[in-house]
């Protein structure tokens, strides 16, 4: 069956700092890949998107997200974070038949 | 921001008495779905609309049902709340067919006691 893991639950960084925010899916062709936030209290927001072509796709707010065949990644990363992204990110795929499967999110925390 | 209300925003009700939360959408968008968000399980698709009087049912389908009678209005109602159904809800709409690019409204707190 199709799955979307988001291996960290909760992760931590300092202002300023990288960030990169991991995701794997399970499916047996390329899905299309998704990266949603969601900032406490409110419904989800679209990132960015991988369909086909270049595998480093760039989003709003300064993200950029690569996808790796050979791994079935699609990693989300910013080079220098701030305050105002902490915020749950969601990783989604659709495989091309199907609906979109949600990963279980990855809770970012952002210190001063 | 697309155009998603979703009422009402919070509610408490009691175990065993029917709820029903609206969606309404602006955007004439065709596709609608209604997920629910818990704790360590992300967002799960509940039942999800491509038309008005076309449903069809998500992986968590069990307890709920859906109408569509306007393209800007998708109800959900919970037939006799539990407390398992204690989550937030949220409504998404798409404009394509595989659900993809889908933009969500804000969401319903629904407590059942």
């Known amino acids: 069956a199709q799955s979307v893991t988001q291996p960290d639950i909760h992760i931590t960084v300092s202002e300023g700092a990288s960030l990169e925010l991991r995701c794997n899916y399970s499916?047996?062709?390329?899905?299309?890949l998704f990266w949603y936030v969601q900032s406490p209290g409110q419904g989800l927001q679209l990132l960015l998107k991988?369909?086909?072509?270049?595998?480093l796709v760039q989003g709003i707010k300064g993200f950029e997200a690569e996808f790796k065949r050979s791994q079935s990644s699609f990693n989300l990363r910013k080079p220098s974070v701030h305050w105002s992204d902490a915020a749950e990110y969601f990783c989604?795929?659709?495989?091309?038949?199907?609906?979109?499967?949600f990963g279980t999110g990855t809770r970012l925390q952002v210190f001063p | 921001d697309a155009g998603i209300t979703q009422s009402p925003r919070h509610k408490v009700t009691e175990t065993g008495t029917p709820v029903t939360l609206r969606c309404h959408q602006t955007e004439n968008h065709r596709y609608m779905y209604w997920y629910r968000q818990d704790p360590g399980h992300g967002l799960r698709l509940i039942h999800y609309?491509?038309?008005?009087?076309?449903?069809d049912k998500g992986e968590v389908s069990d307890g709920y049902s859906v109408s569509r009678s306007k393209t800007e209005d998708f109800l959900l109602t919970l037939e006799s709340a539990t407390s398992s159904q204690t989550s937030v809800y949220f409504c998404a709409i798409s404009e394509s067919k595989l659900g993809y690019e889908q933009y969500f409204g804000p969401g319903t707190r629904l407590t059942v006691t």
């Open positions: 989604a795929v659709a495989p091309r038949t199907d609906k979109l499967i």
């Open positions: 609309s491509y038309g008005v009087k076309d449903t």
């Open positions: 991988y369909f086909s072509g270049d595998t």
């Open positions: 499916y047996g062709a390329t899905p299309y």
